[in-house]
């Protein structure tokens, strides 16, 4: 099990998905552009203290993302607030990256057609959306149980 995090420009959240990846022992691949500096050594400047705990993949684009995915035969799972899919109805593998879009505009419409799934969290209909790192820990949880993939305690 993998994150993918699609040109993230909120630097807080995805510090919070760096931390989730590595207490849980899962990887977070960075798509750039970000809209801050996102790579380890900023992170570390940051004072993120799991960082030595983490593994960091940047990619410079999704097209550089894709090539390295469809090399690893990984499949691709996006959360959006557009998929029919509640995230607790998904067979995951413990093959598959999830992938969270940018916090502001989510991923553009070439991305949506790139995926191999599409999964969202219910939530009330009156409500827009969750924070992208909290709908993130929601679905790695259950991707997590599903697979076995959890680390040990």
């Known amino acids: 099990m993998e994150i993918a995090l699609f040109e993230p420009d909120i630097p807080q959240n995805t ?3 760096v931390r989730l990846g590595a207490c849980l022992g899962v990887p977070v ?3 750039g552009p970000a809209g801050f500096a996102a790579n380890e050594r900023a992170f ?4 993120l203290d799991y960082i030595d705990h983490a593994r960091l993949v940047d990619h410079v684009s999704f097209s550089a993302f ?8 990984r499949r691709l799972v996006l959360l959006t607030t557009k998929a029919e899919t509640l995230h607790t ?7 598959d990256i999830l992938l ?3 916090e502001s505009s989510g991923v553009p419409d070439s991305v949506h057609t790139a995926v191999d799934g599409r999964v969202r969290v219910p939530i009330r209909p009156q409500l827009r959306s969750l924070n ?3 709908a993130l820990a929601m679905v790695l949880g259950e991707a997590l149980r599903q697979s076995g993939s959890f680390p040990d305690a």
């Open 29 to 31: 691949h960075i798509i």
């Open 15 to 17: 510090g919070t998905i």
């Open 44 to 47: 570390r400047r940051a004072g």
């Open 89 to 95: 109805e998904f067979a995951y593998s413990s093959r």
């Open 100 to 102: 969270c879009g940018r």
């Open 132 to 134: 992208v790192a909290v």
């Open 66 to 73: 894709e090539e390295w995915r469809k090399t690893e035969n």
